[in-house]
């Protein structure tokens, strides 16, 4: 028989926690060093790729990883709500809603994925039509596609799995899932890629069996750590209030997600229009923004676990303080990124683009590129608040305004100022997300732990 002993959800119940440095960084650092590796696996991927010696190969794993960056990043909801959710849950002293929650998730996440996998000749065809590339381009990235999407299940798990451990704020035992997923990843991409000779297949399977091997191994330790807890019953999980809950917050953070895309998707297309170099060089300097936001990951899921975690246990001088200090963590991470790419980005980029062109360019710009992890620092760190506290509603919102403000300068500031005006136009988008978000944090606050 089944025994539940655990608070309902709704419970008020003060249950204090200190929020300290050392807690800060507990999460912090494990995280910013498994985000490190994600970008290491498209530099293998390409690198594989190009022992081979044919473009093609290249473009088609380049329009591949598209996709995958498209479907995954709106499924990204999968761990960041479970974090939220998991998070609350600990602090109400709830050992099974964390597992009821994780339950729920594995189960949109196995759903989703056999959709994604049933959608396989629809996802490529759309792709072929948009993309519009050549024969070649397209047979390599059909092949990529065809196959990765096998993983879709696994990967969507390993959402769920790595967001119930960063809930739960164990972010060390995160990081060793993922550096076992890419480094799984990474070895069997080279053997079956390179050694085997498969080529793009062998990087798809590869991917495939990274992931797999990561959700195995996530699944049997949460099963080690379930085991010594009751277990929720069947009821329980099937909750359909707490389901509605779950779908609410993840619609809305999935929405959140999508407009962030576009909103990146229509700075590179200006770019595009702007002619070849401007795009390679906005692209470039892009990577500085996304590399920054990997390491300043850490410090948002930081903020994430404990705000939702003083959520949870109704205690608001753990959330006053979390986000404080997750804050001046941030800042003092993101300044340093903007000095480490003021001083080095130049020789960065000439590392990366051999062309002159390119590289005139991009020193122009570059003060842009370093100081966009500051602008976007607010943004990030209220992200992460907001999904822990679950305001997923509000995110959305405020989402959707910086957008509107964000057309507003993008079809405007270019037509004076240049690429310039299209870099500010970027900078206004991060800055109003998080001023937006920061200016009805009080009210929600007060009303969150009103008593």
Request: aromatic share 10%; no cysteine.
């Amino acid at each position: 028989m089944t025994i539940e002993i655990s608070p309902p959800p709704g419970s008020k119940i003060v249950r204090p926690f200190e929020v300290t440095n050392r807690l800060m960084l507990a999460i912090t650092i494990p995280v910013m060093l498994a985000s490190l590796t994600t970008p290491l696996l498209g530099l293998v991927d390409t690198a594989v790729i190009g022992q081979l010696g044919d473009p093609h190969l290249l473009g088609g794993l380049a329009i591949g990883a598209l996709v995958f960056d498209f479907l995954f990043s709106t499924m990204n909801f999968l761990r960041s709500g479970t974090t939220g959710l998991v998070a609350q849950a600990m602090g109400r002293h709830d050992n099974v809603e964390q597992q009821a929650v994780f339950w729920r998730a594995i189960g949109i996440a196995a759903v989703v994925g056999v959709l994604f996998i049933a959608a396989t000749p629809l996802v490529v065809q759309a792709t072929i039509s948009f993309m519009n590339p050549d024969k070649a381009i397209a047979d390599a990235m059909s092949t990529y596609v065809s196959i990765r999407l096998l993983s879709s299940p696994m990967a969507l798990g390993n959402f769920v799995v790595l967001g119930l451990l960063l809930g739960q704020g164990k972010a060390m035992q995160g990081l060793y899932v993922q550096l076992l997923l890419n480094g799984v990843n990474v070895v069997m991409t080279i053997w079956f890629g390179l050694v085997m000779g498969w080529g793009v297949a062998g990087i798809a399977w590869g991917t495939v069996l990274g992931e797999t091997v990561a959700l195995v191994v996530g699944l049997f330790m949460i099963y080690l750590q379930f085991r010594a807890v009751p277990n929720p019953s069947r009821a329980r999980v099937l909750d359909m209030h707490e389901i509605r809950r779950m779908f609410t917050v993840n619609r809305d953070i999935m929405l959140r997600s999508f407009f962030l895309l576009i909103a990146y998707a229509y700075f590179t297309r200006a770019g595009t229009e702007a002619g070849a170099v401007t795009l390679a060089t906005n692209a470039v300097l892009m990577n500085f923004l996304l590399i920054s936001g990997y390491l300043i990951d850490g410090v948002t899921t930081a903020a994430e676990q404990i705000s939702g975690r003083a959520v949870g246990a109704h205690y608001r001088p753990a959330f006053d303080r979390g986000i404080k200090l997750s804050f001046l963590w941030g800042l003092m991470l993101a300044t340093a990124m903007a000095a480490f790419f003021l001083i080095f980005g130049d020789a960065i980029v000439a590392f990366l683009i051999k062309s002159d062109e390119v590289q005139a360019m991009a020193s122009l710009y570059l003060p842009w590129a370093a100081l966009a992890p500051v602008v976007g620092l607010l943004a990030f760190h209220m992200d992460g608040v907001f999904i822990g506290a679950t305001w997923s509603r509000d995110m959305r919102n405020m989402m959707i305004l910086s957008l509107i403000g964000y057309f507003a300068a993008y079809f405007i500031l270019p037509k004076f100022f240049g690429n310039h005006g299209l870099w500010l136009a970027l900078h206004l988008f991060l800055g109003l997300r998080g001023i937006s978000l920061l200016s009805i944090l009080p009210s929600r606050a007060r009303l969150q732990f009103a008593n």
